[in-house]
């Protein structure tokens, strides 16, 4: 973080004294909506808007996973800032999710906050730890050998984008809307490809704010798994970042089969996320 004139230091997203530290949590919640924002970007039809105490994302498609709402911290009245987001959906798409982080309202605001997700029809479909880490643990095995390539042209978008819609079930239509168009990378979502003799196996996508480096979507297709090529593309990608990043701490949100892993790579689990999906 940098200090500012006032000898306080940036967190993310607001001003505080050095002698007040930022809560782990909120590096990983603000990485998440920067990271979130290359949805309502990418395709051209989209877009970002902040409402009242929540970002939204809509992404120009009927699918619900990539028009999201992310609650700010520390809101007085969740419900309400929850029923702006319904609104704002309503005009735009029949489907739509929510990013809550459990560290960022009071019991009594995530009380609240789950109530009005269920009246507006939303219900939970997945948990995630957040984890962040300052360095990487070194490796227990040796790695296989892998090329870690920028997305930076027409065959790598593709490549991401088809290896993105079979690891993770998004149908090829949408991939295509998402990752293919140039504009969707001119953001701080940054694109790698894994490459084994020149065959795209695995993708990672690394963003940067607040000297905090987020990991997203690392991949490896069904055939090539448990082999280390996960392991080895996101040290590559973290390593490409590094020469051109200031990075003081990696966060990420883990699925369940990639817990494990990441456990051993150093990270620990700082809070916990939930997503809601309409029904």
């Not at 924002?37 to 989209?46: H, P, V, Y």
Request: glycine content about 8%; charged content about 25%.
């Amino acid at each position: 973080m940098e200090p500012n004139h006032a000898g306080h230091r940036r967190g993310p997203g607001h001003a505080t004294l050095n002698t007040t530290p930022v809560p782990e949590f909120e590096y990983i919640y603000s990485n998440l909506r920067q990271a979130m924002r290359f949805f309502g970007e990418a395709t051209g039809k989209g877009e970002v808007r902040q409402l009242e105490g929540a970002l939204a994302i809509y992404s120009g498609m009927e699918y619900g996973v990539f028009n999201i709402a992310i609650l700010d911290s520390h809101l007085p009245d969740p419900q309400k800032s929850l029923e702006a987001c319904a609104k704002y959906f309503s005009a735009h798409a029949r489907r739509w999710s929510v990013w809550l982080c459990e560290d960022s309202l009071s019991s009594a605001g995530l009380r609240e906050a789950r109530a009005a997700l269920s009246r507006n029809g939303l219900r939970e479909i997945s948990t995630a730890p957040g984890m962040t880490a300052e360095i990487l643990a070194p490796p227990r095995r040796e790695l296989p050998a892998i090329e870690c390539v920028a997305v930076t042209d027409q065959w790598l978008r593709d490549a991401f984008g088809s290896v993105a819609a079979t690891c993770f079930d998004i149908p090829i239509g949408v991939a295509r809307e998402v990752y293919y168009p140039e504009r969707a990378w001119d953001g701080a979502y940054r694109g790698f490809v894994g490459m084994v003799a020149g065959r795209p196996l695995g993708i990672v996508a690394l963003v940067e704010n607040d000297a905090t480096l987020g990991v997203y979507s690392l991949a490896t297709l069904p055939e090539d798994r448990r082999l280390g090529y996960g392991e080895a593309l996101l040290r590559a990608a973290v390593e490409q970042a590094r020469q051109d990043m200031r990075v003081e701490r990696l966060v990420l949100q883990s699925s369940e089969a990639g817990h494990a892993l990441y456990r051993r790579m150093g990270f620990r689990e700082t809070t916990r996320f939930s997503v809601y999906l309409t029904k």
